[in-house]
């Protein structure tokens, strides 16, 4: 006899997956519907309307993808770039490495605007390199870098990007339903994300967002899209409300349950309220931090609140802490990837897990783990300081 399936119960506090809702994991317990089903399309349609309320996007062209965030950011190159277009990419992190590799994998000549993993790309560095280049098709930034943990500034790159002509493309995946996305404020003309993040569902499905000036420069294409599954084109005639709808690929239904329930709990707890709780648990988080003698490696301004990159101490042991959290308090926190690999502990507060106990729970056992590892702190200052600003 083989066991039945039994995995331990985790607590995800790295940089995702993040822990998935409870509401969430039980509308995946539901049953299925076929895909082309009256009531299925019906949840499609919502899961649409919710999309863009958390979006915080009017764009018709608002949907899931079948696949993970990197599916998402996968439709966007495809469906936007033939051989020969110029594209700008902002590089700060593991993720902008990742859409240079998608783009030129399109054909497309990427020209690389650079800042230290832990900065922001500043505007003016993309200003200039679209006065240097012409013709540049479209600049690409991650909004919010899980390798780095930080919040890049949207408002005066759009406005540069915009009055070159060029498209602005932005990766949610960290983003989307743990601070402001703003696509329609902001003048974001295509933008993709995951589940698995601020979400609180598992990882299976990449919601985009495309504007008009994005369709339009999608319905001028000379060429096919080279991707059959991600083409935008043939997929948005099963996710329109008011074409037939027929069959491409069989939607990944249980999947679509979870991502309709997690955004449902997002608009009824109410946007503002779900980023203020981001905003005040991870400022939580940061002050405990800082107050164990810990150094935070994006500066205040730019840091984001769901996730959390921690300057590992001179004479810790990066696995060793890692594995004692696992282990003794089923706590999974992240490392560091390429050039932060070793000098970095990444730690996340996205969606679900944005919550009082588990900053508590955190700053204890780091303390616990620490303590062990020889790292001294003042005993009890990390909750002092956080829990002064934890308003219950
Ligand atoms: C997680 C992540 C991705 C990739 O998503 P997958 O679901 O792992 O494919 C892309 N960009 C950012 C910023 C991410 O955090």
Redesign the pocket.
């Known amino acids: 006899m083989i066991n039945e399936l039994m995995p331990p119960k985790r607590i995800l506090m790295g ?2 997956p993040s822990d998935v809702h409870p509401h969430v994991l039980k509308s995946m317990a539901t049953p299925l519907v076929g895909h082309l089903d009256p009531h299925f399309l019906k949840i499609m349609d919502e899961t649409m309307d919710l999309l863009r309320q958390v979006y915080q996007t009017e764009n018709k062209a608002t949907m899931a993808m079948s ?7 996968e439709t966007v190159f495809v469906n936007l770039l033939e051989p020969g277009d110029k594209v700008i990419v902002g590089v700060n992190g593991l ?1 902008g490495q ?1 859409m240079v590799d998608v783009a030129e994998r399109c054909g497309a000549e990427v020209i690389e605007v650079t800042a230290p993993w832990g900065s922001i790309i500043k505007p003016e560095d993309i200003e200039q390199t679209l006065k240097e280049n012409t013709d540049i098709k479209l600049v690409a930034l ?1 909004h ?4 780095t943990g930080v919040r890049q500034p949207l408002e005066d790159i759009s406005r540069i990007v915009h009055e070159h002509d060029a498209l602005l493309v932005c ?1 949610m ?2 983003s989307l339903g743990g601070c402001p996305t703003e696509i329609d404020k902001m003048g974001v003309d295509a933008a993709y994300s ?1 589940t ?2 601020c979400l609180s569902a598992p ?1 299976g499905l ?1 919601p985009v967002t495309l504007g008009s000036r994005a369709m339009e420069v999608m319905s001028r294409r000379k060429q096919k899209v080279q991707s059959w599954y991600l083409d935008l084109s043939m997929i948005q005639a099963y996710w329109s409300e008011d074409s037939e709808r027929f069959y491409h690929h069989t939607a990944p239904i249980s999947m679509l349950y979870a991502l309709r329930e997690s955004l449902r709990l997002i608009v009824n707890e109410g946007l503002e309220n779900v980023y203020a709780r981001h905003k005040s648990y991870g400022d939580a988080l940061h002050a405990g931090l800082e107050a164990m003698g810990l150094k935070l490696l994006v500066e205040e301004q730019y840091r984001l609140s769901q996730l959390t990159s921690v300057v590992l101490p001179e004479g810790v042991d990066d696995g060793k802490v890692r594995s004692q959290l696992l282990k003794k308090y089923n706590l999974e926190i992240g490392g560091g990837l390429g050039d932060l690999k070793g000098k970095i502990w990444r730690i996340g507060l996205m969606g679900y897990n944005a919550r009082q106990e588990n900053v508590t729970y955190m700053l204890a056992a780091l303390e616990d783990v620490l303590r062990e590892e020889g790292f001294a702190f003042e005993e009890g200052a990390a909750m002092k300081a956080a829990s002064q600003l934890i308003n219950v």
């Open positions: 940089p995702g696949g993970t965030g990197s599916a998402g950011m993720f990742r991650v919010a870098e899980t390798s990766d995946v960290t995951g698995q993040k990882p990449a």
